[in-house]
């Protein structure tokens, strides 16, 4: 019984590392990535996708559903993190780090607010996981964004022997977690199903 979390596909923003405004889409390489992604769930007995409304996610959640018949499902719960006035500016021109700081933009969200919004999150999962009992299409696949990732592996999930948090998150990266307690993770971040063509970009932004 198992909870696929993906990264949703490559955006331009993410290589030109920009905080991203919430209507940001897929680039073309964002739209290869989440197909090459969606072929590899077709054997995985996917029945529903719970993905983010944003629309990078939901891209890459429609790609998911093309190939598979799972109904997508959305959730404003699996949004990035909000960080408001700041988003459209370049990430590496800041004077803070705004992917660490605690404190919440002008009109965004602090990181006590969007992990209590990523707690609501996987309590959402859990009990919509429970509802399909033990269907043999009982698979959810997660479609949503680098931070809430981040947030769900560090305080709901329990990594399995010799693995780290990783430092970036691959565009449509995807980790197995068990749905049931302690969540243990069976899969990290991987991206064997991206080619050379469509590759992820370890330099673009993993998060915003």
Do not use: K
């Amino acid at each position: 019984m198992t909870l696929l979390l993906i990264r949703h596909g490559e955006t331009a923003l993410n290589v030109a590392r920009v905080l991203q405004p919430p209507d940001t889409p897929l680039s073309t390489r964002g739209i290869a990535q989440a197909e090459a992604l969606a072929q590899r769930l077709v054997t995985m007995n996917v029945g529903t996708i719970v993905s983010s409304d944003l629309p990078r996610a939901l891209r890459t959640a429609q790609a998911i559903a093309a190939a598979t018949g799972a109904a997508i499902e959305t959730t404003p719960l699996l949004q990035e993190r909000n960080f408001g006035d700041w988003r459209g500016r370049p990430y590496d021109d800041m004077a803070i780090d705004p992917l660490t700081m605690t404190e919440a933009p002008p009109n965004g969200e602090s990181t006590a607010a969007f992990e209590w919004r990523v707690a609501e999150a996987f309590a959402h999962l859990v009990a919509r996981h429970e509802a399909l009992g033990g269907s043999s299409r009982g698979v959810i696949a997660v479609v949503t964004h680098g931070l809430v990732i981040r947030a769900l592996l560090a305080a709901h999930v329990q990594l399995g022997a010799g693995m780290l948090q990783p430092t970036h998150l691959g565009n449509t990266s995807l980790s197995l977690i068990s749905a049931r307690p302690p969540h243990r993770a069976e899969l990290l971040n991987c991206t064997a199903h991206l080619d050379r063509g469509a590759g992820d970009d370890a330099r673009a932004l993993s998060g915003g």
